[in-house]
């Protein structure tokens, strides 16, 4: 018996030295040193904005709190939990203490409140968004994988969660708290992006029939449906392959897909979530998460992250090119330029206005949305952050012209090159030739930027009148 127990007792200081801890509870453990074996992952955290958030709190304590006293601050007329969101394991420094003399032990005070001159303290103890801020380790870890979960600095316990944009939703949408003006989660349930499952679901019936999710993906006309519709898809189950979570997530009949393929395991399908563009160690540049790696590439910009999938930088073969029209590049016989030289997709599709209390500043750009519906029936447009001698109705009746008139110019054009492709046919004559494909090329090219006309108008314009025209030019020369 003995021997036993010493042989424990060394396990348990061999868990302690290895920084790993002994979680017997249900509060965070500071004991945990999580960068002893994930020192990679603790290198990116250490410099993300999780990981620098008492200079915030105090800022805001002292702009805003001046006179109240912690106590005050958390439950009084006008309450707002900053340890909750900013470093909810802070109540287990120190021995444990509540929010309230967390804030206090925290930050400065005068006589027990809050000053303009408020500023952190305790500095070294402060765990800011730590890994148990959302990581809820079990004592016997490694044995045994962490769970996504709330570290909940009311309750000292964890709340469990179901999925990764979920957990974000605590702090970055309205889950943990009701009247917060942060609403990034939010506005991504009202995107596209939240919902991309039966759109999946509904290619893979109409286009796909009879085939296996291997051959979807790695067959003759493959496309990788999982990397851009939901790449974290892999993820779920435990950990899969881009085939098993096709296989996974879709209905098959014998292994194939058929007419009838719906979605399944819907609750588990996480769109494209919140990490699916942000390293959650480190949130604050621009990722994508490659599926068949399952690691994340760090992009230069925003818009290099939008042409993973809104362009040909991750497929090159892909008729989503949105990115690419808005480069100026690309069209055959057709000069290369940029209607908003400097402008970028973000700068349009992620505008948030610097009006306190708008849907615009609280969606945080997350609906990616031109115009954004505000409380009081008004609407915010992107458009009149540069273009500021127009209102929000001018911006959207300029847009709707623009859109009818390309898809017009559309029409005609379209008309065109199959007049001019069906005319084609058994023509040996080499410059008609050309002239063809530089027509079928401007046009695929044009209708592939999905906007309806907006992004890099004249370029697209010049896109269709080159095919129109190129058109023209063989159906007369054909006699027809």
Known sequence: ??????????????????????????????????????????????????????????????????????????????????????????ISAHGGMSEAQALSYFFTTTDGKFTTDTAPAHNS??????CTACHDVPGDHPANMPTLALFDSQSGKYESVDSASKLCGQCHGDLHFADTDHLTYNAWTTSKHSETQADVASELAEERVGQTPDEVLHGEDAEDCIACHAPTAVLANGGMTEVQALNYFFTT??????????????SEWPSVSCTACHDQHSPGKPSYFNSSTKEYQPMKNSGELCGQCHGNLRFPDTDHLSYNIESGTGGIGVPDQKT?????????????SDVDGSNSAMFHGHTWAITVKEADGKSTTSCTHCHTTIDTATANAIIGVWKSSFAALDATAGKNVAAATEAMKGVQDKALQAKLEEAQHNLEYAESDESGGIHNRKYLLALLNDANERALEILSALGK
Do not use: Y
């Open 340 to 352: 908003m030289p400097g402008a970028t997709c973000t700068d349009c599709h992620m505008f948030a």
């Open 125 to 130: 103890d402060w765990p800011s968004i730590a």
């Open 1 to 90: 018996m003995r021997k036993s127990w010493l042989i424990m007792g060394l396990v348990a200081m061999a868990m302690v030295a290895l920084g790993w801890g002994l979680n017997m509870g249900t509060s965070a453990q500071s004991t945990l040193n999580c960068q002893a074996c994930h020192g990679d992952i603790h290198a990116k955290w250490a410099g993300s904005p999780h990981a620098n958030t008492q200079a915030d709190v105090a800022t805001e304590l002292a702009e805003e709190r001046a006179g109240q006293t912690p106590d005050e601050v958390l439950h009084g007329e006008d309450a707002e939990d900053c340890i909750a969101c900013h470093g909810p394991t802070a």
């Open 253 to 266: 009949a014998d292994g194939k897909f058929t007419a009838d393929t719906a979605p399944a395991h819907s």
